[in-house]
């Protein structure tokens, strides 16, 4: 302490004030923060389109998804499948590692048995009657009105209903003892920015769109092209929409 | 005998013993103990809710109202390519003519995060840098040669293409004749290339039997023509006889090795002849034809030199193009004119782009644009 030397005009609690003040508006403006304070939740409702004839299984998104959410080692909030038709009708589905470092090679088959194959990229559904939404004994799986499935970590008591509850397997048992999931990058969205997948995507095979925005480009290509969800009869209502899906894909 | 009186409460236990005294069902005494019990549960039950139900829960749906908001509070890792641009004007500039503009930075260099974050608190580069890796797996993530890849997506089998471009070391980083920010264009110019920039047919890289005809997309990259350094020999072959075959009809290329650019077979007269040597099925309206090679050079020789003499010893400047033309084959620089549309690759396409004088030996290797500062 300077005692005696600091001029008398700034008293201790003024000045602790504007201490806190800056602080509090540095957390406040950072940048990208001043969309987030305009973002009204009810005004979106966000719905994602996989376009498989695009996708080149490179993986770009398992690791974007990775570093954006610090995913632990081991677990993904999303990963890419590859489904390979052989002649005979049999179905080769395989996703090394998540295909976190993409596909090192084809699957151990004589290629010229092989009557189609494709990638899947897989998320959160995200859906409109989800069935982990309605298991959780507390009310920590949510939908929110912008029409994100979301966990809130801060109150999950880790049960893992959830977990067995979606059919799609997108949830999984963060190592810190609470469900964890695809967010859809809410903190991305909210302040203006794609999902990290989808902003990683090379070929443009991933997209996030507004369905409240009758110009959003999402929107206007499933009112236009033909799309699937997964696992329809099970009417959970995805909001994860594919083009170009195959039947045999789950 | 006089009637049993009940001292307090109803009469249900009239027939008890007497002298005793019996709870009835206003005997308070009685139910006092259950009442409490039952209201301390309920008010210990509505203290632990009031601690265990957080403050406002159900009033935005059955979650706590302020979980979306905590969950929208991170900060974003990935930056967006915007932001790499604001420090690497130049790399960005020549990310953004390539093919590859669709290709985030972060994307091979990993989320920038961290890299901002000490860059933008002036802490040491070493904290916040990116990786850099030159391996192959990098470029061959999306590029390696995979049944399940769309038709038209270019791929590549590594051993087939490093036997074409004639790389000897199978591990060799595809930036090493790459340049990383321009992937289509060759790190050095020309004529220290290994490979010759007369690049490929669009099936070289696309496989789909109709790529050829199709129109080359918007950001597609500058490809190479055969005109654009050899101007003259491209101008004197349209006006002769073969004009309308392709220059790799006749000549190879892509090969580290003397024969690069020579004609197929070393104009070995046998490679004429698979066009020119009379068969049924030939039309001699479209293709002259000649009976047999031995005979056709006894009958035009004048002397025993002439007997020895190739196809193209007579031919070459008369049906092929000339010899020797003044526009030997110059140096293209890698780097394609800022302003340069993306153009068809026809082999007679427009003038040729910008070139730059031949390098000499002793000219350095262009300084590496992928470095990170």
């Known amino acids: 302490m300077s005692d005696g030397k600091t001029p008398e005009t700034v008293s201790r609690r003024s000045f602790l004030h504007a201490c806190f003040g800056a602080a509090g508006a540095?957390?406040?403006?950072?940048?990208?923060?001043?969309?987030?304070?305009?973002?009204?939740?009810?005004?979106?409702?966000?719905?994602?389109?996989?376009?498989?004839?695009?996708?080149?299984?490179?993986g770009a998104c398992v690791r974007a998804c990775k570093a954006e959410n610090a995913v632990p080692d081991g677990f993904f909030?999303?990963?890419?499948?590859?489904?390979?038709?052989?002649?005979?009708?049999?179905?080769?589905?395989?996703?090394?590692?998540?295909?976190?470092?993409?596909?090192?090679?084809?699957?151990?088959?004589?290629?010229?048995?092989?009557?189609?194959?494709?990638?899947?990229?897989?998320?959160?559904?995200?859906?409109?009657?989800?069935?982990?939404?309605?298991?959780?004994?507390?009310?920590?799986?949510?939908?929110?009105?912008?029409?994100?499935?979301?966990?809130?970590?801060?109150?999950c008591i880790g049960c893992g209903y959830c977990i067995q509850a979606c059919p799609y397997g997108c949830r999984f048992m963060n190592p810190v003892g609470t469900a964890d999931k695809c967010t859809l990058c809410l903190h991305r969205l909210t302040r203006g920015q794609a999902p990290a997948c989808v902003a990683a995507c090379p070929v443009g095979a991933r997209a996030c769109g507004d369905l409240k925005d009758p110009n959003d480009p999402v929107r206007r290509e499933l009112e236009t092209r033909r799309h699937g969800v997964l696992k329809p009869e099970l009417g959970t209502h995805p909001k994860c929409y594919y083009l170009g899906l195959d039947q045999e894909v789950l | 005998?006089?009637?049993?009186?009940?001292?307090?409460?109803?009469?249900?236990?009239?027939?008890?013993?007497?002298?005793?005294?019996?709870?009835?069902?206003?005997?308070?005494?009685?139910?006092?103990?259950?009442?409490?019990?039952?209201?301390?549960?309920?008010?210990?039950?509505?203290?632990?809710?009031?601690?265990?139900?957080?403050?406002?829960?159900?009033?935005?749906?059955?979650?706590?109202?302020?979980?979306?908001?905590?969950e929208a509070a991170r900060a974003p890792i990935h930056q967006g390519k915007a932001t790499c641009a604001e420090c690497h004007a130049e790399q960005f500039a020549a990310h953004e003519r390539d093919a590859h503009v669709a290709v985030p930075c972060e994307d091979c260099h990993g989320a920038a995060?961290?890299?901002?974050?000490?860059?933008?608190?002036?802490?040491?580069?070493?904290?916040?840098?990116?990786?850099?890796?030159?391996?192959?797996?990098?470029?061959?993530?999306?590029?390696?040669?995979?049944?399940?890849?769309?038709?038209?997506f270019p791929t590549i089998d590594v051993a087939a293409h490093f036997t074409k471009v004639g790389v000897k070391v199978p591990d060799t980083p595809c930036q090493s004749c790459h340049d990383p920010h321009q992937p289509?264009?060759?790190?050095?110019?020309?004529?220290?290339?290994?490979?010759?920039?007369?690049?490929?047919?669009?099936?070289?890289?696309?496989?789909?039997?109709?790529?050829?005809?199709?129109?080359?997309?918007?950001?597609?990259?500058?490809?190479?023509?055969?005109?654009?350094?050899?101007?003259?020999?491209?101008a004197d072959v349209g006006s002769k006889g073969h004009k309308d075959l392709a220059c790799r009809t006749c000549h190879v290329f892509h090969a580290d090795s003397p024969f690069s650019g020579r004609i197929h077979k070393n104009a070995n007269p046998r490679f004429c002849l698979l066009c020119h040597l009379e068969h049924p099925f030939k039309d001699e309206d479209a293709v002259p034809l000649i009976a047999s090679f031995e005979a056709h050079r006894e009958e035009m020789a004048d002397d025993d030199a002439d007997l020895k003499k190739r196809c193209v010893d007579c031919h070459m400047e008369s049906a092929i193009h000339a010899l020797r033309p003044s526009s030997a084959p110059g140096a293209v620089t890698p780097t394609p004119p800022p302003t340069a549309p993306p153009t068809v690759p026809t082999e007679d396409g427009p003038p040729p782009t910008e070139e730059s004088p031949p390098p000499t030996e002793e000219s350095p290797p262009p300084s590496d644009p992928g470095v990170t500062p």
């Open chain 1, 26 to 58: 540095m957390v406040l403006f950072e940048p990208g923060e001043a969309l987030a304070s305009t973002y009204v939740p009810g005004d979106h409702y966000w719905a994602y389109v996989v376009d498989l004839t695009k996708c080149i299984g490179c």
């Open chain 1, 77 to 155: 909030r999303t990963w890419v499948e590859r489904y390979t038709f052989l002649d005979d009708g049999e179905v080769l589905v395989d996703s090394p590692d998540g295909a976190l470092n993409g596909f090192a090679s084809d699957p151990d088959v004589p290629p010229e048995r092989v009557a189609k194959s494709f990638f899947v990229p897989k998320i959160c559904n995200h859906c409109t009657s989800s069935p982990c939404v309605q298991v959780c004994p507390v009310g920590a799986s949510y939908e929110t009105k912008d029409g994100v499935v979301l966990v809130d970590k801060s109150y």
């Open chain 2, 1 to 70: 005998m006089a009637p049993k009186r009940v001292e307090k409460g109803g009469g249900l236990s009239s027939d008890g013993p007497p002298g005793r005294r019996v709870p009835g069902i206003r005997d308070f005494a009685y139910s006092r103990r259950l009442f409490s019990l039952v209201g301390a549960a309920v008010i210990l039950g509505l203290v632990v809710r009031a601690l265990l139900v957080p403050e406002g829960f159900g009033s935005d749906g059955h979650h706590r109202p302020q979980a979306p908001a905590e």
């Open chain 2, 113 to 152: 995060g961290e890299h901002v974050a000490a860059r933008t608190a002036k802490r040491p580069p070493e904290e916040g840098r990116l990786f850099r890796k030159l391996a192959q797996a990098n470029c061959l993530a999306c590029h390696r040669q995979l049944i399940a890849r769309p038709k038209l």
């Open chain 2, 184 to 234: 289509l264009f060759l790190e050095r110019p020309v004529s220290q290339a290994r490979i010759h920039p007369l690049i490929h047919l669009c099936s070289d890289c696309h496989h789909d039997p109709t790529v050829e005809e199709r129109e080359l997309p918007a950001g597609h990259v500058v490809t190479f023509r055969c005109g654009d350094c050899h101007k003259e020999l491209v």
